[in-house]
Structure formats: C-alpha cells, structure tokens
C-alpha cells in the first residue's frame, strides 16, 4: 500500500541551525514527491516538487530510492521557517491521488 | 476567481443536523480532493474526483458522509447527522491533472455542538 511517514510531530531547532524533516515513502514504482507548507493563518501550498530539483526558500529535498526517502533541509533555519510541513506522494494507481503525510510542525526558537 | 473557495468559512451547526460544504476550484482543473484536518493532527484524506468521477472514496469515515462533482466544477461534501467528532477544518484542493501541484481553498471549519 502506498503510504508517507513523517515521524517527527514537532521539530524544534534554534534560528541559525540546520533543519531536516523527515519523510519516508512506501510506493512500487517511479514516485513523484512533493513537500507542501502551511504557515500560520494560511493556506496550504507546495513548497517544493523533487522533479524540479529547486531550492525553494533555502530548502531541498533529494530523493533516495535506495531508503525510500524524501527529506526537506536547510543548512541555517530563520524564525518565519516556523511552519505545518506536509510530505505527499503522487501515487499511480487504479485511483491515482496525492496521499499526504501526517505533517510535522516545525518551530524556530530565536 | 483566481484561486480555490470554499464556502462557509464557518459552521457551527448543533449535533445531528445535516451540512453541506462547497468547494469551487480553480477554472480547468480536473481533480478535486477533499481533506479532513482535525486539531493537531494532519491531512487525512477524504475523496478524490477526476472530473465528475470519484475513483476513490476511501477515505469517507461513513456512510454520513457523501460527496458530489458537477460539470466538472464545483463539488459538495454533505455530512448527514453530525457527530461532535466531525468538528474539524475541511479543505479542499484542485489541480490541473491529478500530479501536478495541488491548490488549496482556506478551508471550512466546522464545529458540531
């Protein structure tokens, strides 16, 4: 079954230090992975796509089949990171949808 | 519009009462989702609709919950009989195909009393 696990529920890091949420897939085939970002007050939008291999506010994410993995990081964290991260998996399938993980909220401590 | 809406923003509707929330996506869009986010939890997901089709209603906690699609276009969650643990914020979202980026509406909190 296709599925995403963010492990962590809350990320707390100190402003100037390297973030990195985690996010690993279950999924038989080529997946497209994306993380999506909710600040507070706001609507929930993409962050970033691992196919267009950007660097979107300071993050990135790499793709590794080898762990099935798709970890969003930032070398040095600025208090407006503080945000709801959402990891989500286009899934191929008999009713192809994009299948969310159960989000991981971040805090940037001053 | 430019974006996704959604309507109400609010609704405190009293238990057992039936409600009915509306989603309007974005104009060409295809896929319509809709998602449940309950206080402190993430996105649990609902309903999928390619078109007027839904190809996965999975996600649906019961036989109160129902959606629909027409033209299309605009969709409509009903939540028959609700229950105090149906309170929580519904979103919905559309994408162009069903793998591209999804774009979501603000959302419609629904509080059961």
């Known amino acids: 079954a296709q599925r995403v696990t963010q492990p962590e529920k809350l990320l707390s890091v100190f402003k100037g230090a390297p973030v990195e949420l985690k996010c690993n897939y279950s999924?038989?085939?080529?997946?497209?992975l994306f993380w999506y970002v909710q600040y507070s007050r706001q609507r929930l939008q993409l962050l970033l796509r691992h196919i267009s291999r950007e660097s979107i506010k300071g993050f990135t994410a790499d793709l590794n089949k080898g762990e099935t993995s798709f970890h969003l990081k930032k070398p040095f964290a600025q208090e407006e990171d503080s945000a709801m991260y959402y990891c989500?998996?286009?899934?191929?399938?008999?009713?192809?949808?994009?299948?969310f993980g159960s989000g991981t909220r971040l805090s940037i401590r001053p | 519009g430019a974006g996704v809406s959604q309507s109400p923003s609010n609704k405190v509707t009293e238990k057992g009462k039936d409600v009915e929330l509306r989603c309007d996506p974005i104009s060409g869009h295809t896929a319509l989702y809709w998602y449940r986010q309950s206080l402190g939890q993430g996105l649990e997901f609902l309903i999928y609709?390619?078109?007027?089709?839904?190809?996965?209603k999975s996600g649906l906690p019961s036989d109160r919950f129902s959606a629909e699609r027409t033209g299309g276009s605009v969709s409509t969650l009903t939540i028959q009989r609700t229950q105090q643990e149906d309170s929580a914020v519904y979103l919905c979202?559309?994408?162009?195909?069903?793998?591209?980026?999804?774009?979501f509406g603000q959302g419609t909190r629904l509080t059961v009393v």
């Open positions: 609709f390619q078109g007027n089709s839904a190809p996965d």
């Open positions: 989500a998996l286009a899934s191929y399938s008999s009713a192809s949808k994009i299948i």
């Open positions: 999924y038989s085939g080529s997946p497209e």
């Open positions: 979202a559309s994408s162009f195909e069903w793998n591209t980026e999804a774009f």
